[in-house]
């Protein structure tokens, strides 16, 4: 009764300072039509298309049965955190102690506690676009400032070093890199992270989170390596980030880690014991074998995104107006759209951005991708290529005849 008369936001002014995941809105898009009973391919999606390996399922059936089922440490089982110690020391060569890895529901949630965890108000995070959707809007919700530092096509979408010096400020907290990337797929090369690692020796006050998710997805024999292995000084200043989402097909799951500073560290695990406590205990076991059991399944998947990949890229750089640049890993292309920006629909509706663009295409050609803008780079737009042969070739004939109608 009392309530009636008092005036109250029900939502907080902090919402107001971020938005839904754009690319979480274009799948419930598609499924939306899907549902209608439209035959959408939906090219949106951000998880690959193969199942879980069968050995890490057995594992989970197996801690349900040996009664895993209860509240584990908060930020992550023993059994998990010397796995997660294990594959850092096998596969980075970088050497962690229990206190300095974090285990959280997705690497999704790794990076958000670290932010909240380190990030005062007006505190600015360098964020090379095209950037991951969730960066952004996760520094603002943390009260601190984006920096986003663009990185063209034709330098590879990678953050160019004197590009880096230019953005370090007094109140620059975090550089933030994502190799390889989404939405590019650009992955760093040794010597690229090195110029970049020469600038952040200059900047001690920068603190480096690199996002590794899909470090194992690289193609035509690229090395993967990550800053704080290429560059030790950089160790104790980087947060390294991981997860068995991409890699083992994992999505679902829910298990990302990380290793770095031991009092962020419990800074984050600080967040999580009062947020979401810790993650699945069942999911735990599962990654306990994805880290620990056979790998081999790693090449297998490798081998056909590379394939994809290759079909992709040849049968949309044909399209008139498209143009693509490679991808030296994940499962996404960035082709630019620019070409068809400014031309007329069959409806007489001018083409006025990416997001026309990727509109036109849904509605059209019933194909979902994401626009550029979403990522912070307009005039491009985002295709995932997890699924398969036929679906692709399907999805780019589309792709040609709904670009091809443009005048
Ligand atoms: N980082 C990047 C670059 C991603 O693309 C994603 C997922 O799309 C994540 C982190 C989060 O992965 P998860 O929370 O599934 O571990």
């Not at 951000?46 to 057995?58: L, R, W």
């Not at 590019?184 to 090195?194: I, R, V």
């Not at 989402?245 to 990380?258: E, F, L, N, P, V």
Request: net charge neutral.
């Amino acid at each position: 009764m009392i309530a009636k008369n008092i005036s109250f936001e029900l939502i907080a002014e902090r919402m107001g300072r971020i938005k839904p995941s754009p690319t979480l809105a274009v799948n419930s898009l598609a499924t939306r039509l899907k549902a209608e009973g439209h035959d959408v391919i939906d090219l949106g999606v951000g998880e690959p298309d193969f199942d879980t390996p069968e050995n890490i399922k057995q594992a989970a059936i197996q801690a349900i049965k040996q009664g895993k089922t209860k509240y584990t440490p908060v930020d992550g089982t023993i059994e998990l955190k010397k796995a997660i110690i294990g594959k850092f020391a096998r596969e980075n060569d970088l050497h962690y102690t229990p206190g300095q890895i974090t285990v959280s529901t997705g690497a999704k949630q790794v990076l958000f506690n670290a932010l909240l965890a380190s990030v005062n108000p007006g505190e600015e995070v360098i964020i090379p676009a095209p950037y991951w959707v969730s960066y952004p809007d996760m520094v603002a919700f943390a009260e601190g400032k984006p920096v986003i530092v663009s990185c063209p096509a034709d330098k590879g979408f990678k953050l160019q070093p004197e590009q880096l010096e230019k953005a370090i400020t007094a109140n620059t907290k975090w550089l933030i890199l994502n190799s390889p990337s989404n939405p590019t797929g650009a992955a760093y090369t040794e010597d690229e992270l090195q110029s970049l690692a020469q600038v952040l020796l200059r900047h001690p006050h920068v603190q480096i989170m690199s996002d590794d998710i899909y470090e194992h997805i690289v193609f035509d024999g690229f090395e993967f390596k990550t800053i704080a292995q290429v560059e030790p000084r950089l160790f104790s200043r980087t947060l390294t980030v991981n997860g068995v989402s991409k890699s083992y097909a994992m999505t679902g799951w829910r298990i990302g880690y990380a290793g770095g500073d031991e009092a962020l560290i419990k800074a984050m695990a600080k967040i999580q014991s009062q947020s979401t406590s810790n993650p699945c205990s069942i999911s735990q076991a599962a990654a306990v074998e994805a880290l620990n059991g056979t790998q081999e399944f790693l090449a297998i998947n490798r081998e056909t995104f590379e394939e994809r990949r290759n079909m992709v890229l040849d049968l949309l750089n044909k399209i008139p107006g498209i143009n693509c640049n490679s991808a030296e890993g994940a499962f996404y292309l960035f082709p630019s759209c620019e070409g068809l920006i400014g031309k007329r629909t069959p409806e007489g509706k001018i083409i006025n951005s990416c997001g026309d663009f990727a509109a036109y295409l849904l509605e059209k050609g019933l194909v979902a991708a994401v626009q550029g803008a979403a990522f912070g780079m307009p005039n491009f737009f985002r295709i995932s290529y997890a699924t398969s042969n036929e679906v692709l070739k399907e999805a780019c004939h589309r792709i040609a005849k709904v670009c091809a109608s443009l005048s």
